[in-house]
């Protein structure tokens, strides 16, 4: 299959190996990888923060960058802009965008997943071949559970991981505190949820806290550090991109 990797704004600017390790994964599961260059923001900061006209020429560009035929689906290692584009993108046409617009996103919007829905519902595997001999707790993010649905998904496939302790985290289902803008506009809420989240995922004992956004990882990675708890955070994608000839090597030991 042929597979269009969106990086994300997130994942091109602060953490562009859970970037690689998708293009990786992807590669060794014997597929094409291709990464259109002009990509840029799916424009969801924008839509979440009330400006739906100004992200027209992100929505446009997405369409255009991925709407290559020869692009058989689209896949991007966030749950949110997956979202994004799925249903944002489809409201700011319709508002604001002409009928190229529309028929473009409309297009893309049928091609594209989030990492771990594409591992599971496309390629209908669950079993990637990654190897991770350490304790790991999981947060589903808002976006990936509550828009996308993606379930299960995401834990099927750490579960598959050879060597790996999956360990349950408690009250997983409840908002880190993130939620992009809300961070800011809204801090000490913010940060109270956030001082709950790192308590839960502190608990279990982890080393690694895994989810499928960068973005609430960015979020969850600052409380940890805080209060130096020892556990650092982990793009999924970096965790089922491992394998026992290329095992993942942090630059401290884990636990």
């Known amino acids: 299959m042929r597979i269009g990797l969106f990086a994300t704004c997130l994942g091109d600017t602060l953490f562009p190996d859970a970037v690689k390790a998708t293009a990786l994964l992807l590669a060794r599961l014997g597929h094409e990888v291709v990464f259109p260059p002009e990509q840029t923001c799916c424009g969801q900061m924008h839509v979440n923060t009330g400006y739906q006209r100004e992200p027209v020429p992100l929505v446009r560009g997405f369409a255009e960058q991925f709407g290559d035929a020869s692009i058989e689906a689209v896949v991007m290692p966030s749950g949110s802009c997956a979202g994004s584009v799925r249903h944002q993108h489809e409201i700011v046409a ?20 989030e990492l771990s829905e594409f591992l599971v519902d496309v390629l209908g595997t669950t079993d990637v071949g990654a190897y991770f001999p350490h304790r790991v707790t999981y947060h589903p993010t808002c976006h990936s559970l509550r828009m996308l649905r993606v379930g299960e998904k995401p834990v099927r496939l750490l579960r598959a991981v050879e ?7 408690p009250e997983a289902d409840v908002c880190c505190g993130f939620g992009g803008t809300f961070a800011v506009k809204n801090a000490d809420t913010s940060t109270g949820m956030l001082h709950d989240k790192v308590g839960h995922i502190t608990s279990t004992g982890a080393a690694v806290c895994t989810a499928g956004d960068s973005s609430c990882l960015m979020h969850i990675g600052g409380g940890l550090s805080r209060i130096k708890s020892g556990t650092r955070t982990l793009h999924l994608a970096q965790i089922l991109a491992a394998t026992r000839t290329a095992p993942y090597v942090p630059t401290e030991a884990v636990r």
Do not use: N, S
């Open 94 to 113: 319709a508002r604001y965008g002409d009928a190229a617009l529309r028929a473009g996103v409309a297009t893309v919007k049928e091609k594209t997943y």
């Open 163 to 169: 060597d790996i302790d999956l360990v349950e985290l």
